[in-house]
């Protein structure tokens, strides 16, 4: 049986780069969705001169740089600081807010998210004791529009309430979702920052054990957060939506505005790709890029005719221009060689199974197969229909559950898991898995 594989609890960083089988990897630090052209051109640049010319657009919408090598880091980093990518290294670990991609494109003077992303990111910078936040905890801004962030990941969001006469703000923490402190926009930062420093307060003593807000909801309940705090949690129902990949990929009016939707297989981009965006973004005065979760950059664009000519000259590159995509319905990380800790390899097993991972996925719900090299599950720690998990002597399948559940079958061959899957009958996934999905206690 494998070892269990090791929780190193943190993601790589300009200034903290993680080793991996490929080289080192290094994360541009990109406060927001927003990052201009002439910062994906150095990106692109540093990459090619100082690692092995491949990107990873993680889930988060931050570009990470692959294969870069000890004799080229100082280098590698200078750049990333000439472009202003590099930030303190007190906080680089901690500035982590997701935005809605499209944010200020057609800004709404009810709710401006990128004004959100600033105040959040000059308070972080400023107050010591929320550098005490492990690497991983994210804060999440989501105005309500689409394309929607109701499906990402973060351990405290801020939610606009679309028919709020009064402007208020939700601020929700993750594992309880259905409770919110319900704030004006101008309290909604300092709120946001002291559920932070309440749950530094509560996991003090065990912050390996419990390094996200889940755990520590899990762990002490609503109400150690409100006792905490001094702040009031009332029952909340979201009225943000999640993202349709149709919603994403290819070529969408927005207002008055256009945008495109562009993806690489499994967020990994050829640098070559990424420098072309940029070029097309400056030569339609653009000149910025958007980072999505969705592992997709949004390009804005003057006028449908040329939305659709950079839909056509991605394609021709062999990217993801739509949503229905095979490519985009299966999950899989590096795998072996490039992650030290994976079994097997996973992309080509991925690529393999696109097909049937379209078949098995919810209508517009994202990957139906997940391709892991090991139990972690870093690509997908949701409850996929089913999860394909590498253990050196073959794949361990488990149906509708994660990389760390029991399998229903082990060791098995790719043609053994393909005839599995082919005869799988389309079903919803059932509610205990979802209970286990997010065990939560909201009170």
Not at 4 to 31: F, H
Not at 96 to 113: E, G, H, Q
Not at 139 to 159: K, V
Not at 171 to 187: E, G, N, T
């Amino acid at each position: 049986m494998n070892s269990a594989p090791e929780i190193k609890g943190w993601c790589p960083g300009a200034l903290r780069p993680m080793p991996s089988g490929d080289g080192l990897l290094l994360r541009a630090k990109i406060v927001g969705p927003r990052l201009s052209a002439q910062q994906a051109l150095a990106i692109a640049e540093i990459s090619l001169s100082c690692g092995n010319g491949l990107l990873d657009l993680s889930q988060r919408a931050q570009l990470q740089l692959r294969g870069v090598r000890e004799e080229t880091l100082q280098r590698a980093q200078r750049g990333l600081q000439d472009a202003g990518l590099l930030p303190n290294a007190e906080i680089e670990s901690v500035l982590n807010i997701l935005a809605p991609p499209l944010a200020v494109l057609d800004a709404s003077p009810a709710f401006d998210a990128q004004d959100f992303v600033d105040q959040l990111s000059a308070r972080i910078s400023r107050d010591p004791s929320l550098r005490k936040l492990p690497g991983k905890f994210c804060f999440l801004i989501d105005d309500g529009a689409d394309p929607g962030l109701a499906g990402s990941n973060a351990d405290i969001r801020l939610e606009a309430l679309r028919n709020s006469v009064s402007k208020h703000i939700a601020i929700v923490v993750d594992c309880a979702r259905d409770c919110a402190v319900v704030v004006s926009m101008q309290k909604a930062v300092e709120t946001a920052l002291a559920l932070a420093r309440a749950f530094t307060r509560l996991r003090r003593g065990r912050e390996f054990e419990l390094r996200r807000m889940h755990a520590v909801v899990q762990a002490f309940g609503v109400e150690a957060l409100r006792q905490t705090t001094g702040l009031a949690f009332e029952p909340y129902s979201s009225e943000c939506r999640d993202a349709a990949l149709s919603d994403v990929f290819g070529v969408h009016a927005r207002g008055a505005q256009w945008f495109v939707g562009i993806g690489a297989a499994f967020g990994r981009w050829r640098a070559q790709d990424l420098a072309w965006l940029a070029e097309r973004a400056i030569a339609d005065g653009a000149a910025e890029l958007r980072l999505s979760p969705w592992r997709a950059i949004l390009i804005p664009a003057p006028s449908q005719a040329a939305a659709k000519a950079i839909i056509a000259g991605a394609a021709e590159r062999d990217l993801i221009v739509d949503g229905d995509d095979p490519r985009l319905f299966v999950a899989a990380c590096p795998g072996a060689p490039e992650c030290p800790q994976a079994h097997g390899a996973t992309r080509a097993t991925a690529e393999r199974l696109a097909f049937i991972a379209r078949g098995l996925a919810q209508s517009g719900a994202g990957p139906g197969v997940h391709v892991s090299g090991c139990s972690k599950g870093c690509a997908m720690p949701r409850v996929a229909h089913a999860t394909i998990v590498a253990n050196g002597d073959g794949f361990d399948l488990v149906l509708d559950g994660r990389a760390d559940d029991p399998p229903l079958k082990r060791d098995a061959t790719l043609q053994e898991i393909e005839a599995l899957l082919n005869a799988s009958t389309r079903k919803s996934i059932n509610p205990e898995a979802r209970s286990r999905e997010a065990p939560c206690p909201a009170r």
